[in-house]
Each structure stands twice: as structure tokens, then as C-alpha cells.
């Protein structure tokens, strides 16, 4: 008997994993890629915020409370993703020329402590701020969903920010 009913679980097991909303990465990064290609556009990267997260919940699953959740966290963490890479390029720029700047004798105050202190309160306002989006519906359905996209749009900004110090430094 065990394995009928193991050969029945894995047989449902591509079916089961199809059942959710489908988020589309590639799709993500084709925005980004794009619009990065293309910085004389208008909205450049801020219209790929949002865009892959619509797309999953138009799909089968992501209409409901958990697939909003879904959707929108995969594209937050995408967006993570993104801006982990920002801040580090925006932080080796910054101990760069903290360095460059004490070997010609500067007093200037070090800008790389400053750019961790302020990633650090920064985190602790998307978390609170996204809290309280959370806390509005007190307890209603739609208190996670509004929860994630906070997140979401939150995390993208944060790492478009951090994009164009770093840039600014390099």
C-alpha cells in the first residue's frame, strides 16, 4: 500500500506544484535589463516596480490573500536582490575614497560608517512603516497583502537609491 500511495504523491507532484500563482523572474530581470538599456526613457527603472508582481497575480492563484503575499514577496525579494548588490558597489565606492581622502591628509568625516548607519535606520523605517500598512486593516485580509507591496515598493526605491550613489561615486 505505501508505495501506491507514494507513487500517487509524486505522480501529483508537478500538478501540486503548479497549483499558485506564477511568478515570472525572467520576466523581472527583462524589465530591468531593458530599462537599464534604455536610461533615456522617461520612467526607466521605476516602471518595472510593480510590473512583475501585476503580471503573477493575473495568473491562476494569484488573485487570492496568499497569492497577493506570493507575488508581491517574490518580487520584493528580486528587488532585495538588487538592492544588496547597490549597496555594496555604493559602500566599496565609499571606503574608496574614505581612503583616498585620509592618505591626502583630509579631516573630512568618513562616509562609509555614515552609508551602513543610514542602510540600518533605513531598514528599521521600511519594517516599521510596513508594519503600520499592515496594521491599518486591523486584522482584515487585506492587512498582509498591503504589508508585502509596502515591502516591495519600499525595497525598490531603497535600491534605486542606492544605484544612483553608487554611480555617483564610481
Not at 62 to 67: A, C, R, S
Request: with cysteine.
Amino acid at each position: 500500500m505505501r508505495p501506491l500511495v507514494l507513487s500517487l504523491l509524486l505522480a501529483a507532484g508537478p500538478a501540486l506544484a503548479q497549483d499558485g500563482p506564477r511568478y515570472d523572474a525572467d520576466g523581472f530581470a527583462k524589465c530591468i535589463a531593458d530599462a537599464e538599456a534604455d536610461a533615456s526613457a522617461a520612467p526607466g527603472l521605476r516602471s518595472c516596480i510593480g510590473q512583475a508582481s501585476t503580471q503573477c497575480m493575473a495568473t491562476p492563484g494569484g488573485e487570492t490573500t496568499v497569492g497577493m503575499v506570493e507575488c508581491l514577496g517574490h518580487e520584493a525579494k528580486d528587488w532585495d536582490t538588487l538592492l544588496n548588490g547597490y549597496y555594496e558597489r555604493a559602500l566599496k565606492a565609499a571606503k574608496a575614497a574614505d581612503a583616498e581622502l585620509a592618505d591626502l591628509g583630509s579631516a573630512a568625516e568618513p562616509a562609509a560608517p555614515a552609508l551602513q548607519q543610514a542602510q540600518r535606520h533605513w531598514i528599521a523605517f521600511r519594517d516599521a512603516s510596513c508594519r503600520y500598512e499592515s496594521l491599518r486593516y486591523q486584522g482584515g485580509t487585506l492587512g498582509g497583502p498591503a504589508a508585502q507591496d509596502c515591502v516591495l515598493r519600499l525595497t525598490a526605491e531603497q535600491a534605486l537609491r542606492l544605484r544612483d550613489i553608487a554611480e555617483g561615486m564610481e
